[in-house]
């Protein structure tokens, strides 16, 4: 049996193969030859690591979004005094700007999509977008204690930050003329100056 720094390596290996394919093809025409290849494994590796196709997608969202989370880990730790400034740098980093970043959209877009229709992706899509919402809600919450952001439902203000965040993202995506990275950029500016105390 592997070495369990080996057996970790080598499931982000295929798990971060999976989140390429799914950002590529789409979840519904993912097969696990087209993973294997992706990771430079075989098939019988990937079942190795996973019972089946569902383990591998479940899971590969889960790395899309701790992916998406240590990523900003660095923003967030080099906490600025202005709340402002850390929701505007975090707000803005979400949007999809770099191939990283739209890729990582593109697995988001297919988690929403076949999660209407799937009871465990809506609970892994509650557990995990729940976890982004309560942060924003926290930095939200963090600027009203210093006196820096408006008082008001810090829940609301939070929310409507991340659902235009998404809306913005995903017409961008779908590659809207209107929706350019300048107008996201604006957007997002005019909102969170709109929250300064």
């Known amino acids: 049996m ?50 089946s196709k569902r383990d591998v997608i479940n899971a ?5 979004y701790e992916r998406s989370l240590q990523s900003r880990r660095e923003l967030l730790e080099d906490h600025h005094t202005d709340a402002l400034t850390t929701l505007r740098d975090l707000a803005i980093s979400y949007l999809p700007v770099t191939d990283e970043s739209i890729r990582a959209w593109r697995v988001w877009a297919e988690l929403w999509a076949q999660g209407m229709r799937d009871e465990t992706l809506q609970e892994i899509n509650s557990r ?17 204690r210093r006196g820096q952001i408006v008082d008001g439902d810090a829940v609301e ?12 993202s995903v017409q961008n995506l779908m590659r809207l003329p209107e929706m350019t990275l300048e107008r996201m950029l604006d957007r997002v500016n005019a909102y969170v100056d709109a929250l300064a105390a």
Not at 10 to 28: K, N, P, T, W
Not at 60 to 64: D, I, Q, T
């Open 2 to 51: 592997p070495r369990p720094n080996v057996e970790a390596q080598r499931r982000e290996q295929i798990l971060s193969a999976a989140c390429e394919v799914i950002a590529d093809i789409g979840m519904q025409s993912l097969r696990m030859t087209d993973v294997a290849k992706r990771a430079g494994v075989s098939s019988g590796t990937i079942h190795y690591y996973f019972e």
């Open 60 to 64: 590969a969202f889960e790395l899309n």
């Open 128 to 144: 995990l977008y729940g976890q982004w919402r309560d942060l924003v809600r926290m930095l939200v919450e963090g600027g009203q």
């Open 157 to 168: 203000l939070a929310d409507n930050l991340v659902a235009m965040i998404d809306g913005m």
